[in-house]
Structures are given as structure tokens and as C-alpha cells.
């Protein structure tokens, strides 16, 4: 199967199909899609340079964090912070991610330390191209009207960005406000799959 048939797959919900394909990228976003995270973890780290790549391990991350291993989760974004980013926007995710995980540990460590990279790393001009304009939302830089609102022109780039931008409002609201964004960021689906907030907005969901 190539990659753009596995992709086509997985965006038309097709995940069994995905299961067994020899593409580990492919294969482990089929298997968090059917809630196998135990088995998706170590099919994410097996694929090649996934140890130096931020979001292979920001995905194996969050198998680790859906499967119950939280700190084993950190361990993995912690490490995507000095990884591979393809893009200098993408440097954000990793930082938002460990201050997630603070939040829901309770864990001031990975609160701060998150917080105080997503500051370091902000700067309006970042706020250009996404995933930026996260750092300046969980900083309060960023209105929520505009963080929710601003998108693309491509509906694939704009279903992936809904995806992202509604799990962090999640993330920044409480009660039934935060469920609404979290299900509208599973709700996301096709292109969406292949966001990590995604897979974590299912698991808010499924607390």
C-alpha cells in the first residue's frame, strides 16, 4: 500500500484496512484511531528516525498517555522538545503539550517548564503560520475569536488546524464549555486524524 493510499484510508475512516500496514506512521494512527494505544506506542518508536523526529514522538507520546503510562508520555514529549521540527512553528507543540500534561498531573514542574518555553519561543510573527498561534493562545496573547477563527483556504490544512485549535480551548476552558471544544476537535475527523489533539481530545472525552 503507498503512502497516499494508507493516508486516503485513514481520512475516509477506513482504519482497519490501516492496521496492519508496514508504514509505522500509517499503522500507529489506524491503531489510536481503534483505541489499541498499548499497541500503537511502540509501533510509532519503530519507525525509522522516530527517536529524532518531534511529532513521531509527540504521537508516541500521547499512545503512551491514552494507554495510562503518563509519565512514560512525558518522557516522550519532554524528548520532542530537542527533536526534529519540520518547520519553526512546529517548535510549539512539544512545550504545549508538557504544559498539558502539567495540567493534568497537577505537576507544577511541566506546567512551568512548559510555560516558560512557550514564552521563550513567542514572538507575534509566529503567530503567521500554525501550529504558532498556539503558544500566544495558552500564553493569553492570542483572543480566542481569532485563535478559532483565522484559517486556511485548503479544507484538509483547515480540518487539521479546527482539530488542533479546538482541543486547546479545551484545554484553557472548564466544564461543559471544554467538552464542547473537545468534541468539536473529535468530531474532526478525515484529515484530523492526523493531529495528535485528536486522539487526546477523544480521550478528554472518554474520562
Partial sequence: MTDQDARALLEAGEFEKVADDEHPLWRGLAL???????EAAPVLESAEGAAGS???LELAGAAHWLAGNREVAVERWISALDAGH?????????????????????????RLRGTRL?????????SRRWPGP??????????????????????????RRLTAAHFWAGVRAEGEEA???????????????????????HGELGK
Avoid: C, I
Avoid at 32 to 38: S, T
Avoid at 87 to 94: L, M
Avoid at 188 to 199: K, N, R, S, T, W
Fill in 86 to 110: 519540520e518547520t519553526p512553528a512546529d517548535a510549539v507543540r512539544a512545550p504545549a503539550l508538557l504544559l498539558y500534561a502539567g495540567l493534568r498531573l497537577n505537576d507544577e514542574r511541566y
Fill in 54 to 56: 518531534a511529532s513521531m
Fill in 118 to 126: 512557550l514564552g521563550k519561543l513567542w514572538k507575534p510573527k509566529l
Fill in 179 to 201: 467538552m464542547a471544544h473537545f468534541r468539536a476537535a473529535a468530531e474532526q475527523e478525515g484529515p484530523g486524524v492526523l493531529e495528535v489533539e485528536h486522539h487526546l481530545a
Fill in 32 to 38: 489510536l484511531e481503534l483505541k489499541k494505544f498499548a
Fill in 134 to 159: 498556539v503558544s500566544g493562545y495558552l500564553l493569553g496573547e492570542v483572543e480566542e475569536e481569532k485563535f478559532l477563527g483565522e484559517g486556511f483556504d485548503n479544507p484538509a490544512l483547515e480540518a
